[in-house]
Every structure is written in C-alpha cells, then in structure tokens.
C-alpha cells in the first residue's frame, strides 16, 4: 500500500515537471512577441516618418532662435592628421560616425573634395570617429551651415546625421 501510494505521488511529481518545463519562454518567443509589438506600433507610419522619429530619438533636440536644432553634447577630440588641422572649435557639424578611422578619412577626403576645407575628424573615449563637415565657436553660424547642409548636403548621410556636435 505505502509502495503503491510512494509511486503515485512519484508519478504525479514527474507528471508536474513534465508540464512546467514543457511551458518555458524562450529567447525566440519573447523576441517575436517584441517585433509584433513593434509593427502594431508603427502601423500606419510612412518610412520616412518613422526615421524621422528615430532620429529625433537618438539626438537631443534644443531651441535657438525659435528654431528646434539637433544638438548632442560629446567630449572628443581632434584627430591628428597630415597635414596637420587646427583643434576643432565649440561647434561642429557631424555628418558621418564610424568606428573604423579608414571609413571615416574617406568620408572627410570627399568632403574636402566638395570645398569643405574646414572639416575635422574627431574621436570620443569609445573610439568612434565623428566626420565634421564644419567647425565654429558661433552657434548661429553652426545652425546656418547645418540648414545648408541638410539641402544639399556634400556627402551621403545616414539617419541622425546632420547634427551639431558641441563640445563642453
């Protein structure tokens, strides 16, 4: 009888573990639970729209003038270069990030082809290269030549490129 009622309770317990572990989420389930989500959310929304949205999200805007302008304060510095550059000054505009230096002197050779002659490289603690198309120590002139760059702008740029990179 306690043999009988010992295997019935064994019985029940694998019973048990059988159907929890049979019920785990997984890594796959909760990333496409996640990606449904994400479509719902965006239904309705244009392409361009939504990589406008993300790039308002991934640079903090400001007002000047009356004017929203993306503005993103970043401690770099100024990539020693041959010839040498003078250091970049308060206010640049980024118009390509890289983490590779190849990728990014490239991109700073054909904006100096284009008559850019005023653009810098730069380098955070993280090691991303920021391509400056321009540098001033004037907001008001950093705004202009970023609302020229946006309308033609001198090299292909990716989304939350331009921006004003100011440094502190």
Do not use: H, W
Request: proline residues 5%; charged residues 25%.
């Amino acid at each position: 009888m306690i043999k009988k009622k010992f295997l019935l309770i064994i019985g029940c317990v694998l019973l048990l573990m059988a159907t929890v572990t049979s019920c785990k989420t997984t890594e796959e389930n909760y990333r496409k639970a996640y990606d449904a989500a994400i479509e719902k959310q965006n239904e309705g929304y244009t392409a361009d729209e939504l990589l406008g949205m993300a790039r308002e999200e991934a640079i903090p805007r400001t007002v000047f003038n009356g004017d929203s302008i993306p503005l993103k304060g970043v401690y770099v510095n100024t990539v020693k270069l041959d010839p040498p550059v003078e250091a970049a000054l308060r206010y640049n505009i980024i118009v390509a990030t890289f983490k590779q230096k190849f990728n990014a002197m490239s991109v700073l050779d054909r904006l100096r082809q284009k008559g850019y002659q005023d653009g810098r490289l730069l380098i955070d603690k993280d090691q991303t290269y920021y391509v400056a198309a321009y540098t001033t120590d004037s907001l008001g002139k950093a705004v202009e030549t970023l609302r020229e760059i946006e309308k033609s702008s001198p090299v292909a740029m990716k989304s939350p490129c331009p921006y004003i990179l100011r440094r502190p």
